[in-house]
């Protein structure tokens, strides 16, 4: 074997458990299927990262994957195919080649679920975001949309008042709100917008965003709302399908389920990051890649350092 531990996926994540295990003796491979970075990627800047007061999202990965790369070998644009364990080892089909390792880092994170509404895309990072937690600060005394009707719609858009944006708008296409009653209550106490039975036909802005074109889901009258923001909270899909065909437990939503020390149902298979929920921050996310590079000690035949 040319490696003892494949860690799939290159964000916050796959570094740090690259960085970890290599220095615990592991020999070990980080598998990305794109340019790695993951969703922080599309963070314009990141102000909760302790050590960076502040720091575009796509500049902290490539700092992240200057650092891991003096340890662990990288491998971008290179998309694992396959998984199959075969007793105490595990067989990787990529679309480059075939790796045979004993134990596999599941770190492929999430991807939000996309609106695809015109400018969507073109106005990311220039207005449109999908992480209030992330991004909100940037929007303190201006005008903001909330797309989605979820407890994480409403959370975000407490979250915006709370810290000084001057309106903030939910729009969800339907009458009813999914969200839990009490955050409902608290979002009209703090005097959130809401814009029941609408759907955001375009996102429109020439630098950034500017205005949103809503249509009424009832009575199709079209209308605009003037904005400098717009957060899309409509879900997160976890990238589970590896930990489907490898038998991995998942929670009701779809992530991956793991025990304090990132270990999995399946011995050998631990999970850290986005996939597994939580908080899904880069810094948690790069404590469970941590704590699952040591953990793999376990399997591989090595003493745990700590």
Not at 215 to 228: A, F, S, Y
Request: overall charge neutral.
């Amino acid at each position: 074997m040319d490696y003892e531990l494949a860690i799939i996926g290159a964000g916050p994540a796959g570094y740090s458990a690259g960085i970890y295990a290599v220095r615990s003796g592991i020999k070990t491979v980080v598998i990305d299927k794109s340019i790695g970075g993951g969703l922080a990627n599309v963070s314009p800047k990141i102000e909760n990262y302790a050590g960076f007061e502040s720091i575009p999202g796509m500049e902290l990965m490539e700092k992240m994957k200057q650092h891991a790369s003096k340890y662990a070998d990288i491998h971008f644009n290179e998309e694992v195919k396959k998984i199959e364990k075969n007793n105490d080892t595990f067989t990787i089909e990529t679309s480059e080649k075939t790796y045979i390792v004993k134990a596999v880092l599941l770190c492929m994170g999430t991807e939000y679920q996309k609106l695809n509404a015109p400018g969507e895309k073109e106005l990311q990072g220039k207005g449109v975001s999908y992480c209030a937690t992330c991004d909100g600060f940037f929007f303190k005394g201006k005008k903001v949309a909330v797309i989605g009707g979820g407890n994480s719609a409403l959370i975000e858009a407490i979250f915006l008042k709370q810290i000084g944006c001057e309106e903030v708008y939910l729009i969800h296409r339907r009458d009813q709100l999914r969200a839990e009653k009490v955050y409902e209550d608290e979002a009209q106490a703090k005097q959130v917008q809401m814009m029941i039975n609408k759907v955001v036909e375009k996102i429109y802005g020439k630098q950034k965003v500017e205005h949103l074109d809503l249509k009424d889901t009832m009575n199709g009258e079209k209308l605009t709302l003037n904005v400098d923001g717009v957060f899309i909270s409509i879900g997160e899909m976890p990238q589970n399908e590896l930990a489907k065909s490898l038998g991995v437990k998942l929670d009701e939503r779809g992530y991956v389920v793991t025990d304090k020390q990132q270990r999995t149902n399946v011995k050998g298979v631990y999970a850290a990051g986005d996939i597994t929920g939580g908080l899904r921050q880069v810094i948690t996310a790069c404590a469970e890649g941590a704590v699952a590079a040591l953990s793999s000690t376990e399997v591989l035949g090595k003493k745990y350092p700590y």
